[in-house]
């Protein structure tokens, strides 16, 4: 079998201006034509390079442990910073989670508390909220 080579298949864009791409933050495109002969290189091996794909990010996921103590600076931050950024984009639908674990491992909760807690999820319309007893 006869490797093929960029050289053979066509012409490409130079090392120096492909290495000030990278280094700019743009994003590296192989032509068609080079993706559909997939092209044969020593190090190459006839896969497509990691940079050459039909994959678009569609979807964001993420998760971040706040303090309990001060959770609402952090929140705000993560408002700011990534919702309102996903939320400000056209054909985006964001949806923003609250998971609250709580744990005693002392006595347990006070009657007074887990029904304070419980008449508070309720009212800020938790989908699913409760305690739990062992």
């Not at 909760?109 to 739990?132: I, M, Y």
Request: charged share 20%.
């Amino acid at each position: 079998m006869t490797a093929t080579t960029v050289e053979t298949v066509g012409p490409q864009v130079a090392p120096a201006l492909a290495e000030y791409q990278a280094g700019q933050g743009i994003e590296l495109l192989v032509p068609a034509w080079a993706a559909a002969a997939r092209v044969l290189t020593p190090d190459f091996h006839g896969a497509l390079p990691e940079f050459v794909t039909d994959k678009v990010a569609r979807r964001f996921y993420g998760s971040i442990q706040l303090d309990p103590a001060r959770p609402t600076p952090q929140f705000s931050q993560v408002a700011d910073e990534v919702i309102s950024r996903l939320a400000g984009l056209a054909d985006v639908s964001v949806k923003v989670r609250v998971d609250i674990e709580a744990s005693s491992d002392g006595e347990g909760f006070s009657d007074a508390t887990v029904r304070t807690v419980t008449e508070n999820a309720k009212t800020l319309k938790f989908s699913n909220a409760g305690f739990e007893e062992e």
